[in-house]
């Protein structure tokens, strides 16, 4: 039995032969607590795959010597031939050596993103095939909402509850302000909105807020409001993201049949990106894995960057103690990375070990030193974009796309001076955190409609479309028509059909029936009706098609963006198990920017440092690198929030594959005011022999500083140069008309499209012979005509 156990070890790594030794130490242990402490860029999602793939094929075979039945000559003869290479049957492996098996559906994997949880389960469906089919790989709220979809009930909610996004939730504080005669100004919404989030991170109920509030008038009259908005969300059968969580607590807690039920299905917990979790998280996997003891965390606690979201660190540094882990045995370390170069990972590592609350690893990497990281000082934050810019074009003259590169930047501040050099190079680019498609005022319209349709008690989503498009019902009908509902305990839809009967109502009657009585019906073909022709049904009976095409090209775009809708549901249909519109609904309310980064799309990405977390390009850019910028001037006033900072930028850089450029400027105007900051303190923690400086070419020029070519004029003399080189300016004279043919120094030969004066200059849209369609300014890019 000795020699069948080794063998059957030594065929187990040959399997996962792929995976460095940490990397399978990770896979093979599945039973009992396991922190894996994962650095940046070392293969979490691979480890995470293979270690669900070993529970479903080979269950703990690895760990113990136990066996089902006694093993023959010729299963000695297998193993022996699967280690020597002779065969790769993994199937006939697997019936040799396989022990307690884990079924798939005992298997809970809870991610942060939707597009983490989906890159999860499209891995986990090329390794398994069927065999993985009955995982649940999802996000907290996606795994919540499952959950309450079934048991709220208990709780007083009915299964077809809405989400309130961020705007619903700030319409419904308004409303509960007006109501109670509280100045916005004293409150603003926001900000009471993120109290009543904090305390939810806290699972601290409305009253238990008063109770802590000890006389202070603002935490007394934030927890009167807080009150307010539970039941307002409570009698609209609605939820926020917070209460995702908040109540599934709360139903595990209240009734601990259901959590014994779910503590029995889901006996195996693995959870990523641990570092991020709240209090309520903490306590929903704990409930959730007290009984079998089986958790898996993942977490890099040099990563954790969310403590203004409630994001607790000392959940992934206390984790040992908390679960009664073995620190030698059930702690493993995961440092080899496989996404940067080591000049780029012995920043990182430099940079991250001045920090004192953290557990300690060293990132490094097999393949080689790589460039060493570039940090370029320029004289304004105009000539850091020129930079970005020129650089970026310099790649693509050589070979390299758009979709290569990323911009880093601290605040969406920034960005307007990226922006305008990238539209004056002609460089297509995508802001992720900017307008997202389902805030625009079409979708949601869309959606609220939809919503009502899904869930009749919701009287914010009708208060939005009642009278859209313009049906003659003024505010005051809806106030009068939220009173009755909330008197009589109805549902706005069916007081609406039943208007001519009441007395505060029947003068609108003639107006309020018909949307009742359309709302109701559309209600009915939701139940038989693809999602896509539901859609077109709405349009028609609401008049909202009609509304649009009579708002001319405005609102052809605009139809436009609701046929990608369309497009979103028909994808949904087809891939989901059992497709519903309140299935539908409930995915794109736990939908993000970061998941509609197409990765296939040639654009440059510009995005917060937050954002970029759990991505990674060739090429990035960390613009701002500078104090009062990065880190934050709010940061600098305690050691934790400058730790916080400081994790900030080991993320930045550890986005980076192949190349780093870290950029900072001499004077920067932000909000209308000219500052002079230091270079960021980040910066000067970076090994030196790892990152070379280089500066702004000016007239002006004794090497200082260790910079190459650097700037080192005045105040008066950069605005004295900026004036000069404002009067040298050459300016195009030529005009460009459509089917003119021009050449540019950086996509070469083209058509001209169109051409539209613009201040000094001229917007010309060119349809390059090799490079696509783009629309540049002429003047700036000199174009010719040939």
Not at 68 to 77: A, H, L, M, N, R
Not at 316 to 340: G, H, M, P, W
Request: aromatic fraction near 8%; include cysteine; charge should be negative.
């Amino acid at each position: 039995m000795e020699q069948f156990t080794a063998l059957k070890r030594k065929a187990l790594e040959k399997y996962f032969s792929r995976m460095n030794d940490q990397q399978r130490k990770a896979v093979f242990k599945i039973k009992g607590p396991l922190l894996i402490l994962a650095g940046a860029g070392s293969g979490k999602t691979t480890v995470l795959v293979n270690r669900i793939a070993n529970m479903i094929y080979f269950g703990n075979a690895y760990n113990t010597e136990q066996t089902y039945g006694t093993p023959s000559e010729q299963d000695i003869q297998f193993l022996k031939d699967y280690i020597d290479g002779k065969t790769n049957d993994a199937s006939t492996l697997a019936d040799i050596v396989a022990y307690d098996c884990i079924k798939p559906w005992s298997i809970l994997a809870i991610t942060f993103t939707n597009k983490a949880a989906g890159e999860l389960k499209e891995r986990l469906a090329g390794m398994l095939g069927e065999a993985g089919q009955g995982i649940t790989a999802a996000t907290f709220h996606s795994a919540c909402a499952r959950i309450l979809r079934r048991e709220c009930d208990k709780l007083g909610f009915s299964s077809s509850f809405t989400i309130y996004d961020s705007d619903d939730s700030q319409r419904t504080v308004k409303s509960i302000l007006r109501e109670l005669g509280i100045s916005e100004k004293m409150f603003p919404p926001r900000t009471i909105l993120s109290e009543i989030s904090h305390a939810k991170d806290l699972l601290q109920e409305p009253d238990e807020y008063i109770a802590s509030a000890a006389g202070d008038y603002r935490n007394l009259t934030i927890g009167k409001v807080y009150k307010h908005y539970q039941k307002k969300l409570k009698a609209a059968n609605a939820m926020d993201f917070d209460d995702m969580i908040c109540h599934t607590v709360k139903l595990f807690e209240q009734f601990p049949d259901v959590l014994d039920h779910y503590q029995n299905l889901y006996k195996y917990i693995m959870v990523d990106e641990y570092q991020d979790t709240n209090k309520a998280q903490f306590r929903l996997v704990s409930l959730l894995s007290q009984k079998f003891h089986n958790l898996c965390v993942v977490g890099d606690d040099d990563q954790s960057i969310y403590k203004f979201r409630g994001a607790t660190i000392e959940n992934i540094l206390n984790f040992e103690e908390q679960f009664d882990c073995n620190a030698d045995t059930d702690v493993i370390k995961l440092e080899q990375n496989y996404r940067s170069t080591q000049n780029i990972l012995n920043c990182a590592n430099q940079l991250i070990s001045n920090n004192q609350g953290r557990k300690g690893k060293n990132l490094w990497t097999a393949s080689g030193d790589g460039e060493k990281v570039t940090v370029y000082k320029a004289s304004s934050e105009r000539s850091e974009a020129k930079f970005v810019a020129d650089t970026i074009l310099e790649d693509i003259n050589k070979g390299r796309k758009y979709n290569d590169h990323a911009i880093l930047y601290r605040m969406n501040a920034q960005l307007n001076a990226l922006e305008q050099t990238f539209i004056q190079s002609g460089i297509p680019y995508k802001i992720i955190g900017g307008l997202k498609f389902y805030d625009r005022k079409e979708i949601k319209d869309i959606l609220a409609y939809l919503s009502v349709i899904n869930n009749h008690f919701d009287f914010l989503r009708l208060r939005r479309i009642i009278n859209e498009p313009k049906r003659g019902i003024g505010e005051a009908t809806v106030n009068a028509l939220e009173q009755i509902t909330s008197d009589l305990g109805d549902s706005p839809i069916h007081i609406m059909q039943e208007a001519d009967m009441l007395a505060p109502l029947v003068k609108r009657s003639k107006q309020l029936m018909p949307v009742g009585d359309m709302l109701s019906e559309l209600t009915e073909l939701s139940d038989t009706l693809p999602l896509a022709e539901l859609l077109d049904k709405l349009l028609d009976m609401t008049g909202y098609k009609r509304h649009l095409e009579m708002q001319g090209d405005e609102g052809l775009t605009r139809l436009e963006n609701i046929n990608e809708l369309k497009s979103t549901m028909s994808s949904y249909e087809e891939n989901a198990d059992e497709p519903s519109l309140s299935g539908f609904l409930e995915e794109i309310s736990l939908y993000t920017d970061v998941d509609n980064l197409d990765s296939d799309a040639d654009y440059v990405v510009l995005m917060t440092m937050h954002s970029a977390k759990g991505l990674e390009f060739p090429i990035v850019f960390v613009v701002g690198m500078e104090d009062n910028i990065f880190p934050s001037s709010r940061s600098l006033e305690s050691e934790a929030d400058t730790e916080e900072e400081r994790r900030l930028a080991y993320v930045a850089v550890t986005r980076a594959k192949e190349k780093l450029y870290l950029t900072h400027a001499e004077e920067r105007m932000l909000y209308g005011r000219t500052d002079r900051n230091r270079i960021s303190r980040f910066i000067k923690e970076l090994p030196a022999d790892c990152i070379e400086k280089q500066a702004e070419e000016t007239k002006a020029s004794p090497y200082l500083n260790g910079y190459e070519k650097p700037h080192s004029m005045s105040l008066q003399q950069q605005l004295a140069q900026r004036k000069a080189d404002k009067s040298n300016f050459s300016v195009n004279t030529e005009t460009f008309a459509p089917g003119d043919r021009v050449l540019h120094k950086i996509f070469g030969e083209g058509t001209v499209l169109s051409s539209k004066p613009m201040a000094n200059d001229t917007l010309v849209e060119i349809a390059f012979d090799n490079r696509g369609t783009k629309k540049i300014m002429a003047n700036y890019t000199k174009i010719k005509k040939i």
